[in-house]
Nanobody
Framework: QVQLVESGGGLVQAGGSLRLSCTAS???????MGWFRQAPGKEREFVAA????????DYTDSVKGRFTISRDNAKNTVYLQMNSLKPEDTAVYYC???????????????WGQGTQVTVSS
């Protein structure tokens, strides 16, 4: 069994920064790790992903140039550095782990419980 635990969420003013962390424990060997978010009244959406095998990163268009995903394989940890935050980035952010199926395509097997990010205007 694999557990994913997120941390680093909080309240920040627009234009500020936060760094989210997600650490995996248990029988962890997933190639791909990603971040998703869900705002109130909206569906969960993909934010960013990174694979261990090729280190390629993928981002949704709305965060390109502002967010950076990275991972520390030795610590089984993935990070999401979020800069120039906007009120529309407010959401619960979820970490996920799984497999890379092809360019820009992933399948996720494990999910964290989520961490709240609130950006005030």
């Amino acid at each position: 069994q694999v557990q994913l635990v997120e941390s680093g969420g909080g309240l920040v003013q627009a234009g500020g920064s936060l760094r989210l962390s997600c650490t995996a424990s248990g029988r962890f060997g997933s190639d791909a790790m990603g971040w998703f978010r869900q705002a109130p009244g909206k569906e969960r959406e993909f934010v960013a992903a990174i694979s261990r095998s090729d280190a390629i990163t993928d981002y949704t268009d709305s965060v390109k140039g502002r967010f950076t995903i990275s991972r520390d394989n030795a610590k089984n940890t993935v990070y999401l550095q979020m800069n120039s935050l906007k009120p529309e980035d407010t959401a619960v952010y979820y970490c996920a782990a799984g497999r890379k199926l092809g360019p820009g395509k992933y399948a996720y097997d494990y999910w964290g419980q989520g961490t709240q990010v609130t950006v005030s205007s």
